[in-house]
């Protein structure tokens, strides 16, 4: 499948999925090659320390080798200042974290793309308006780069082409670009 057709795909953010008790229950998951569990997921935000305020991904996985399916023990992703949880077009659940510095312009444009944006409340669209803020701010030449290859690919130039414009998008980013024009957004 093309990139373009999945991870530009609209997606849907999940809320409330935010311990256990919460989680967001996929009930037909693969375990290993042939067996089948269930998988739950939710963002955990830490309450003390460094990273007081910060959220992870969590996910958890049933055992159907011991009679009864127990829990297995929960795994535990990175510690990011912001993130929400989404479901995407071909039912998959994972986050979309955002970095202490921002997205960079291809992320930004993705998540416009993928729908995800337009469904953040208040509290969520601050948040990530206040790190978007922060990642124009501190690489300021990233999206400098980005607005020339944007405006250069909305004027129809291929990823070879960019080259000779000494501007570099690998493939994915160009689809990425392409796909933003077409919807109308721009970085």
């Known amino acids: 499948m093309p990139y373009e057709e999945h991870e530009l795909a609209p997606a ?17 998951y693969p375990y290993g090659y042939q067996l ?3 998988i739950r997921y939710w963002l955990h935000t830490a309450e003390a320390g460094t990273k007081r305020g910060q959220l992870r991904l969590m ?12 829990w297995n023990t929960p795994k535990a992703g990175t510690y990011r200042p912001w993130a929400v949880l989404h479901r995407d077009s071909l039912g998959h659940v994972d ?11 291809w992320e930004h444009l993705r998540f416009r793309l993928r729908g995800m944006f337009d469904q953040l409340d208040d509290t969520e669209r601050e948040g990530y308006l206040g790190l978007l803020q922060t990642g124009l701010t501190v690489q300021p030449d990233t999206w400098g780069r980005a607005k020339r290859a ?38």
Do not use: M
């Open 12 to 28: 849907t953010v999940l809320r409330g999925h935010v311990d256990e008790d919460t989680a967001y229950l996929v009930e037909d």
């Open 59 to 70: 996910s958890q996985t049933t055992n159907p080798k011991v009679e009864g399916h127990p």
């Open 36 to 38: 089948r569990c269930q």
């Open 95 to 105: 986050w979309w974290p955002v970095g202490t510095w921002g997205p960079n312009p």
């Open 150 to 187: 944007f405006a250069a690919v909305a004027g129809g130039a291929t990823a070879d082409q960019l080259l000779d414009l000494g501007l570099y998008l690998d493939e994915q980013d160009h689809q990425i670009a392409v796909a933003a024009h077409a919807a109308g957004l721009t970085p």
